[in-house]
Every structure is written in structure tokens, then in C-alpha cells.
């Protein structure tokens, strides 16, 4: 069943790809597994999966520690919101950060990070479509906030990351993901080496991907429909 929902999610990232002229290797899935259990990722990674991504920093921290026998063949993404007093603990625990929202974050995370692990892989999220109820940084504050969390010595800044207001056309949809693109060209532009766009969920993966998505988060259409909000 599993194994089914991420050949079709696979299916749909390969014809977005063809469709937009990219190669399909440019696009890398993050299985987004929050309010599922270890057993789903259990079957995920029995269909060839490696990366997941979680929202909550305790949940996901539950999964890795039911997951240590698989630990050196995952890669675990934090795609939630994250405060300072749990900033250690993601430090220790996650490959990747996609929720970077403010300077503070990532010097702790920085600081944070345990020498025997490689650097910390951080993107900073981006307020795209300018909600107020939403977090991210807004598009103006970016390029300020990139220039200094790149000079971190124990993170790397990958890339940006953002969360759009839904939409329902497809235009509607490729809109903030074309403007997430640009402010990325902006940054590049200004000499920092960032190679990551995550962005595209399971409604609106064919339109990030169109306007450039390096990593899709996708969970419902893999898993199904959370019980819980999320
Ligand atoms: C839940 C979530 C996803 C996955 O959403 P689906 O619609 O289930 O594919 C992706 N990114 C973030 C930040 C999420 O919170």
C-alpha cells in the first residue's frame, strides 16, 4: 500500500520533471512521516526511502530513537516550527533544518551541533506568500540573515524553504513557488553556494517543481489523510 502511494508520488515528481525539462534526479523526495508511526517508516524504507521529514521536535526525536537500528541509513529532516530551548536537542538528533526563521536559531544550532557529526544542512524558511499568521522570514530580510548564517561554522546553509497559501489553479499555485526561486537566484547572486528549493507538498508538488523544487515534502499522499492536524 505504501509502496504503491510512492510509485505514484514518484510517477507524478518524473512527469513534472519531463515537463519541465529538468532532469528527474533533480528532485529529491522527503517522505513527510510526522503523525505516522515508526512502522510506517519501517515500510517507507522497505520501498527504497531514506529521507523523512517531521513537524514536531519530540515526535520526531521518538521516531529516531525506535528507529536507531536503521539510524546511519536515514536522513531526518525538521520541517516544523523550532524554539530555542529545543534548539540542543535538534542540534543531536537531525541531519537537516528546513525552518531556519531567525539569525538567534541558527547560531544556537551552530553552536549547538556535536563535533563528531558533520554540519548541521540548513534552509531558511520564507513568509512567500506574506500571511501574517504564517511563519518565515519575510523576502526582504532574507538576503541579510543568509550572508550570516553562511559564516557559521558548524551549519551549512543549503538552500530556502517555503510553506505557500494554498491555491487551487495551477498558476495560482506556481506564483510563490516562482518567487521563492527568484529570491534564491538573488542570493546566489550575491556569491552564497546554494543549490536547495524546498518547496511542493502533496497538493501543489507538480507546480513547485515547474518553478525549480529541489526537495518535495510529501506526506498525505503517501500515507493518507493525518487523523490529527498537522
Ligand atoms: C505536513 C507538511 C508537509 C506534507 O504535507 P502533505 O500535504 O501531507 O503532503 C510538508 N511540509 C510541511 C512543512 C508540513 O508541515
Redesign the pocket.
Known amino acids: 500500500m505504501i509502496a504503491d502511494k510512492l510509485r505514484q508520488v514518484h510517477e507524478r515528481v518524473a512527469r513534472a520533471c519531463t515537463q519541465a525539462a529538468r532532469p528527474v534526479q533533480s528532485v529529491t523526495l522527503l517522505v513527510?512521516s510526522?503523525t505516522f508511526g515508526a512502522d510506517a517508516v519501517r515500510a517507507a524504507v522497505a520501498a527504497g526511502e531514506h529521507r523523512f521529514?517531521e513537524?514536531y521536535v519530540l515526535e520526531g526525536v521518538a521516531k529516531i530513537a525506535a528507529l536507531a537500528d536503521l539510524r546511519d541509513r536515514l536522513e531526518w529532516h525538521l520541517?516544523?516550527p523550532l524554539q530555542s530551548n529545543k534548539t540542543r536537542i535538534v542540534a543531536g538528533q537531525f541531519d537537516w533544518v528546513?525552518?531556519v526563521d531567525r539569525l538567534k536559531i541558527a547560531q544556537r544550532l551552530s553552536e549547538q551541533r556535536p563535533a563528531h557529526l558533520p554540519p548541521l544542512q540548513l534552509c531558511l524558511q520564507v513568509n512567500i506568500s506574506g500571511e501574517a499568521s504564517k511563519s518565515g522570514l519575510r523576502p526582504g530580510d532574507v538576503p541579510a540573515v543568509a550572508q550570516a548564517v553562511a559564516a557559521l561554522p558548524r551549519v551549512t546553509l543549503r538552500g530556502l524553504m517555503a510553506?505557500p497559501e494554498p491555491a487551487q489553479d495551477f498558476a495560482a499555485q506556481r506564483a510563490p513557488h516562482r518567487a521563492l526561486h527568484g529570491l534564491l537566484q538573488e542570493l546566489r547572486a550575491r556569491g552564497l553556494g546554494l543549490d536547495t528549493l524546498s518547496m511542493g507538498?502533496?497538493?501543489d508538488l507538480e507546480a513547485a517543481v515547474m518553478e525549480g523544487a529541489t526537495i518535495v515534502?510529501?506526506?498525505?499522499?503517501i500515507f493518507g489523510a493525518?487523523a490529527t492536524p498537522?
Open positions: 513527510v510526522k521529514g513537524n520541517i516544523g528546513h525552518t510553506i507538498m502533496s497538493a515534502r510529501v506526506g498525505s499522499a493525518r498537522g
